[in-house]
């Protein structure tokens, strides 16, 4: 497994056992951050996971994925998964193994990535530079000096 900037793009790992050990295969999210990746189950092949295989999901923060037991996206069993919440404690960032929802271990044949509402949200303090009795001199330069 390789590092990756979840901000950029992201990526869903899917694990063949339940604590998030032994093979996996990561799904990343489409490029363009408002289109879902979809990966049927010939495409979960080519990422090191077959269909019906998966037992655990880490997702990062502000993505989600939507999981189907059909092998091409369609069929009248699906359910979505989201990433963590900023709040969750998990101020390092990292993702979490998540046991696939009841029923669904050996189960999932198709997926789509996407990006969500759901991830991190600024936090903080406005802090005061100065006073609003107080001035500030500056001085702005164009171009260089020779």
């Known amino acids: 497994m390789s590092a990756y900037n979840a901000a950029e793009q992201g990526a869903v790992t899917l694990w063949r056992n339940g604590d998030c050990t032994g093979y996996f295969g990561r799904f990343p999210a489409n490029e363009v951050a408002s289109e879902p990746e979809a990966y049927t189950v010939d495409d979960m092949n080519e990422h090191n996971m077959k269909g019906d295989w998966a037992h655990a999901i880490m997702i990062p923060q502000g993505y989600s994925v939507k999981l189907y037991d059909d092998r091409y996206l ?5 359910v979505v998964m989201n990433g963590p919440y900023w709040m969750s404690g998990n101020d390092d960032e990292e993702m979490t193994c998540q ?4 029923g669904w271990g050996d189960r999932v044949s198709s997926l789509e990535v996407y990006r969500s509402e759901l991830g991190n949200e600024a936090r903080g303090d406005w802090v005061p530079l100065s ?3 107080e001035g500030i001199d500056y001085t702005v330069s164009l171009g260089w000096e020779d």
């Open 74 to 78: 369609s069929g009248s069993s699906w």
């Open 99 to 102: 046991t696939l929802p009841s």
């Open 131 to 133: 006073t609003h009795t």
